[in-house]
C-alpha cells in the first residue's frame, strides 16, 4: 500500500498529490495510482520535488509512456533531446488557452513541467477541464460541436508582434517556431482513449472550422472557448521551486497568466507521446501539412 494522498484543489479540476518522491524508480504500483488520479483529476500538482534534476524528470516521465523530442520545432535544451526549456527570457511567453502541439496529429498524452526559477508574486499557470466544459453545454450544442472539425496549425499570428512587449524577440520566437508548418484537421469532439469522455480539442492552434465560413469559424470558437475557460472549469498553480505539475493534455487546456512583467520565470517540460484522435463515430484525425514522426511516436 502506498503513500500517496491526493486533495482536490478546485471543484472539477486538479488535485495535489503528497507523499511521493518522483523519480525513475517508482514501484509500479505507485505509477499507475498516480495514472489513475491523472485520469480522475486532469492535472495534478506535486510540491517540494527539489532533487529532482533533467535526468531524474526525464527518467521519471518515462514511467508515463513513450517521451517525444522537447518540441517539433524548437530546439531542445543543451543534449537532452526530451527537455523543453521554457525560459521567458528567451520569448517563451504562452499567455493564451492551448492544448499542447495539436497542429501535429499525434498531440501529446501529457506533460511533466517541473518549476526551476519562479517570481515571487505572478506567474501562475492556468487549467481548465475541455471534458467538463463539454458535459456542461446544451445538448444541442453538444450535438453540433460533435460533427465539427477544425483544422489546427503552427503558422504563428504574426498580427501579435506588433502589440508584443518586445516585438523582435517575438518576431525571433516566432520564425523558430513555425520553422516547418504543421497543420491538422482535428475533430472539436474527440473520445478519450482511456476513460471515453468526450473532450473539447480547440485551443489557440484551431484556426477554422471545416466546412464553415472564416467568420462563422472565428465566431463558434469564441463561443466554445468561453464554455472551456470559464472559471467552474479551471484551476489555478501558485508556483514555487521544486514543483512539479503533470495534466491530460487529452483533457486540458492552460495558459500562462503573464503578471511578472521581466522577472526570471523558468520551467522544464518533458512530453509524454499521444495518439491520434478519434471522433465519436470513429474518425481520426487527418494531416494536411507537415509529418511529425520525428517528433512522437504514436501511443498505442
Known amino acids: 500500500m502506498s503513500n500517496l494522498h491526493i486533495d482536490p484543489v478546485a471543484g472539477r479540476i486538479g488535485a495535489q498529490v503528497g507523499g511521493v518522491r518522483l523519480g525513475g524508480d517508482l514501484p509500479a504500483d505507485v505509477v499507475a495510482e498516480i495514472r489513475l488520479a491523472l485520469l480522475a483529476h486532469k492535472v495534478l500538482f506535486f510540491r517540494g520535488q527539489d532533487h529532482l534534476d533533467e535526468e531524474r524528470q526525464v527518467a521519471f516521465a518515462r514511467l508515463l509512456g513513450d517521451l517525444t523530442t522537447a518540441h517539433p520545432t524548437v530546439p531542445a535544451h543543451d543534449d537532452n533531446a526530451h527537455i523543453l526549456d521554457l525560459d521567458y527570457r528567451k520569448g517563451h511567453k504562452v499567455d493564451r488557452w492551448h492544448t499542447d502541439v495539436t ?17 515571487p508574486a505572478g506567474g501562475d499557470t492556468l487549467w481548465a477541464n475541455t471534458v467538463t ?40 520566437y516566432a520564425e523558430v517556431f513555425a520553422a516547418t508548418v504543421y497543420e491538422t484537421e482535428h475533430p472539436v469532439v474527440r473520445v478519450h482513449p482511456e476513460t471515453g469522455e468526450r473532450a473539447i480539442l480547440l485551443g489557440d492552434f484551431a484556426k477554422r472550422l471545416t466546412g464553415l465560413s472564416a467568420q462563422t469559424s ?11 475557460t470559464q472559471v467552474e472549469n479551471t484551476v489555478r498553480w501558485r508556483w514555487a521551486p521544486g514543483d512539479v505539475a503533470i495534466w491530460d493534455n487529452r483533457a486540458t487546456q492552460h495558459r500562462v497568466v503573464h503578471d511578472f512583467g521581466d522577472q526570471p520565470r523558468r520551467l522544464h517540460r518533458v512530453t509524454i507521446a499521444g495518439d491520434v484522435p478519434v471522433d465519436v463515430d470513429g ?18
Not at 499525434?106 to 526551476?116: G, K, Q
Not at 474518425?283 to 509529418?291: A, E, H, W
Request: hydrophobic share 45%; proline share 8%.
Open 283 to 300: 474518425r481520426p484525425s487527418t494531416v494536411l501539412t507537415g509529418d511529425a514522426a520525428a517528433y512522437s511516436p504514436v501511443a498505442a
Open 103 to 119: 497542429f501535429v496529429d499525434r498531440p501529446p498524452l501529457a506533460s511533466v513541467l517541473r518549476a526551476i526559477t519562479v517570481p
Open 133 to 172: 466544459a463539454y458535459e456542461y453545454l446544451p445538448a444541442e450544442l453538444r450535438d453540433l460541436l460533435d460533427r465539427l472539425r477544425a483544422v489546427h496549425t503552427n503558422q504563428y499570428d504574426y498580427a501579435r508582434i506588433a502589440t508584443s512587449e518586445d516585438p523582435a524577440r517575438a518576431r525571433e
Open 218 to 228: 472565428a465566431s463558434v470558437i469564441k463561443l466554445i472557448q468561453e464554455q472551456v
